[in-house]
Nanobody, 118 residues
Framework: QVQLVESGGGLVQPGGSLRLSCAAS????????MFWVRQAPGKGLEWVSG????????HYAGFTGGRFTISRDDARNTLYLQMNNVERGDTALYYC???????????WGQGTQVTVSS
């Protein structure tokens, strides 16, 4: 069955860096667009970044401002999100998801918590 397992979250100070990982299994990872979505406390889901099958295309939400980099390692079936110069507003539960038909996420991980605080 399809599984997505995020890791790498934690407590980080403003201006610090963090790398999130999402281990995929149960499907041919290289064939799918993947993306990251986050949910801050008391707020709705917010799309963060997406990457094409094969990794040639990447897209970012405006708030990332060049601070985040999405990447993938198809040999390891793993999706990454490098977060640099983090801000308090980046505090959220971060989910990875597989893009299904129609562009929506059809499978989601359980999320990894990122807390930015001094």
């Amino acid at each position: 069955q399809v599984q997505l397992v995020e890791s790498g979250g934690g407590l980080v100070q403003p201006g610090g860096s963090l790398r999130l990982s999402c281990a995929a299994s149960g499907f041919t990872f290289s064939n799918y667009w993947m993306f990251w979505v986050r949910q801050a406390p008391g707020k709705g889901l917010e799309w963060v970044s997406g990457i094409s099958a094969g990794g040639s295309g990447t897209h970012y939400a405006g708030f990332t401002g060049g601070r985040f980099t999405i990447s993938r390692d198809d040999a390891r079936n793993t999706l990454y999100l490098q977060m640099n110069n983090v801000e308090r507003g980046d505090t959220a539960l971060y989910y990875c998801a597989r893009e299904g038909p129609g562009g929506q996420g059809d499978f989601w991980g359980q999320g990894t918590q990122v807390t930015v605080s001094s």
